[in-house]
């Protein structure tokens, strides 16, 4: 049994906003362990995004952490300073952001935007060791060493993620959180720059945190999958399992309303619309769209549990 | 047989001329025909910057050919009259991809649905125009009670593409193009709208060229699938024989790079090296530089399209054992075009 590197318990954050606090993630609880892959998938609006901004600590006004704590081996992330946490991200947990189209600095060489992160978290190094390094990292991306004197414009779609993949590891971090890394990438280049993710991942032995809303996407690269729905992880599943016996209603209704391309269908979508998350349905959020939900449902939240060894459910019909 | 839409060897360069330098080649003696008898679903699929969206709008005739031409019942969409214009607005409808975009926020939704029932005189009364919007508003599962009135803002994505739908609907046309339709909506509502457009097509005999880059959903609601690269056609006809035994190299890295979401299937192969900047003039097979089966043949002249199969034809040398088929017959191949006419004839009725 591997130990775990981040354990994430009883996650709370709110949008603070005129009309009302808006519950964008509900208690979430998880751990990841040594190098290993784990997904999150869910459809906008999901909590997603909020949940891998909170373990960086990097919700903005008018969100907050209202409750929860991110342990990072032994170490309580919501008990540093800001200093220490600017110190540790990028260092021990890194971050591969949404878009990377738009999360390079249009003005700057690839070099030294790389070597901008090193300096900054007290890299002392020659110039010299600083281009060797940048030479190392972008080679490990599968990117030439010519990129180094590029500006991002100069970049396909495939090559700003690889740029971004190559910050992310240029401190050796332990623990990388990819948020949708391939949202607007074609099939083709979407995979290599996954292949290129689970590459050094493998290298430095990290374990990924993976954000997606393409459940396919996330099921081809991690081992554990979460399912979030309204701001709550409503499963957890080894990814195998997930696929063949999913526990929660919402993630059957969701497998089941992907298109494959092994038999056509009918569509299968799942009926109603997800509820507001400042307007929040009493018992389980899912009950409105739910076709099993008994009363049940409608007055008391479901708590998640281990239904099977390493499958965590949230829902009062699991035995 | 008679032809709805046909593209006729459309070619669109943007920028500069043929064989200028920055010169950019959209798209590429393409040739495409809807035809008016049977209602069909087509597909055109490709990766960003294989044309999807150049064709679409040349299609609806936003973009004028560089070469080539349009035609919506026999008349070039460039040249022909008003009268036959505005008929072809009113029977060619399409849905954009972002359903964010095409909203202006200051006007409510009712807004998109009433101005063409206005400008197209669909209803008499005010009564009318309500009932005309309610009908469509239902045929692709609104409740009109709970969308009229509201703010564009005041939707969610899905259902404002749903709106988008039923706009598209009220005018009863007889093709509805769209254009990456479900790929800025949540999976869940994804498979409702593509439901309420193949809905359209078997209840109310509409036409359909949904253009993506999402094979697995062409798959789902297509019969006949065309495969883009760079402005040409890779791969062309029944979206099985396609899709479940793909033969030209690059339809078959496409698939293979799709995630599935299923435990059993996994990525194996090594992807192919990223697609160099497209330049004019190129001669060869444009996937050349990427293909593992290139030889030189293909790097001397673009290979045209052989027919490999009864419905399916690929432009690909490693078929040229099998006939070869000129562009604008590539629509013999497709399923269901021999049901309407002689196996072989197809291509050539509607020659002038």
């Not at chain 2, 060897?9 to 943007?14: A, E, G, L, Q, S």
């Not at chain 2, 349009?70 to 409808?93: C, I, P």
């Not at chain 2, 593992?292 to 399209?305: H, K």
Request: proline share 6%; net charge positive.
């Amino acid at each position: 049994m591997k130990a775990d590197v981040l354990r994430v318990q009883g996650l709370v954050v709110h949008y603070h906003t005129s009309l009302g606090a808006v519950k964008a993630a509900d208690k979430i609880s998880f751990s990841l362990k040594a190098d290993e892959r784990l997904g999150f998938a869910g459809e906008s609006g999901s909590g997603k995004s909020t949940m891998a901004l909170a373990i960086l600590r990097m919700i903005k006004p008018p969100g907050r952490i209202e409750a929860g704590q991110v342990w990072l081996d032994g170490l309580n992330l919501m008990s540093l300073s800001e200093e220490e946490m600017r110190q540790l991200r990028l260092a021990r947990i890194a971050m591969v952001p949404q878009g990377s189209m738009n999360s390079l600095n249009p003005v700057m060489r690839i070099k030294d935007q790389i070597a901008d992160a090193l300096r900054d978290h007290g890299a002392a190094m020659s110039r010299r060791q600083v281009a060797e390094r940048v030479r190392d990292l972008l080679q490990s991306v599968g990117l030439r060493p010519e990129v180094a004197t590029m500006f991002p414009h100069e970049l396909s779609g495939g090559m700003k993620q690889r740029a971004c993949i190559a910050i992310a590891i240029s401190l050796r971090p332990k623990v990388i959180i990819a948020d949708e890394p391939t949202s607007a990438l074609d099939v083709v280049v979407q995979k290599q720059v996954m292949e290129t993710l689970a590459r050094v991942q493998k290298e430095l032995e990290a374990s990924v945190i993976l954000v997606g809303h393409d459940m396919g996407l996330v099921a081809q690269f991690v081992d554990r999958l979460g399912v979030m729905y309204a701001g709550k992880l409503v499963e957890v599943s080894p990814v195998r399992d997930i696929f063949t016996k999913p526990l929660h209603p919402y993630t059957q209704m969701l497998i089941a309303s992907l298109p494959s391309l092994e038999q056509k269908g009918t569509f299968r979508g799942i009926p109603g619309l997800p509820p507001l998350l400042r307007d929040l349905p009493p018992g389980c959020a899912f009950h409105p769209r739910c076709p099993h939900a008994v009363d049940r449902c409608q007055t008391d939240e479901p708590l998640s549990r281990e239904v099977r060894p390493d499958s965590w459910a949230a829902c009062h019909l699991l035995p | 047989m008679t032809t709805l839409l046909e593209a006729r060897h459309v070619t669109k360069v943007f920028g500069g001329g043929m064989f200028d330098r920055n010169a950019t080649v959209a798209l590429e003696d393409f040739s495409l025909r809807i035809d008016s008898d049977r209602p069909s679903i087509t597909a055109v699929v490709g990766e960003s910057g294989s044309g999807k969206t150049t064709l679409a709008r040349l299609l609806l005739g936003l973009v004028t050919p560089t070469r080539g031409q349009v035609l919506y019942g026999g008349r070039d969409l460039q040249t022909m009259s008003q009268t036959d214009w505005r008929a072809f607005r009113r029977d060619v409808q399409v849905i954009f991809q972002d359903p964010y975009e095409v909203y202006n926020p200051f006007y409510r939704v009712d807004h998109v649905l009433t101005t063409p029932v206005a400008k197209f005189k669909l209803a008499g009364t005010k009564a009318e125009a309500r009932a005309v919007i309610d009908d469509v508003l239902k045929a692709v599962g609104l409740r009109p009670e709970e969308t009229l009135g509201r703010f564009p803002h005041q939707l969610s994505g899905g259902q404002r593409q749903r709106v988008m739908v039923a706009r598209a609907l009220l005018l009863r046309p007889r093709l509805i193009l769209a254009d990456e339709p479900v790929s800025m909506v949540d999976a869940s509502l994804r498979a409702s709208i593509l439901g309420s457009l193949r809905k359209m097509n078997v209840e109310r005999g509409i036409s359909i060229v949904y253009i993506t880059h999402d094979l697995a959903t062409a798959y789902q609601i297509s019969e006949n699938i065309v495969v883009l690269y760079r402005g040409s056609v890779a791969e062309a006809g029944d979206v099985e024989l396609v899709v479940k035994q793909p033969h030209h190299p690059y339809t078959q890295l496409l698939i293979s790079s799709i995630p599935l979401a299923s435990a059993e299937r996994t990525w194996t192969a090594e992807a192919v090296a990223g697609p160099a900047i497209q330049t004019a003039g190129t001669t060869g097979c444009k996937f050349a530089d990427r293909c593992p089966s290139a030889t030189s043949p293909c790097l001397q002249a673009a290979p045209p399209l052989f027919q490999t199969d009864r419905y399916r034809a690929v432009a690909c040398y490693l078929y040229q054992g099998t006939p070869a088929l000129s562009m604008d017959n590539m629509v013999s191949v497709f399923a269901g075009s021999g049901k309407t006419s002689p196996v072989g004839s197809g291509g050539t009725s509607m020659e002038p």
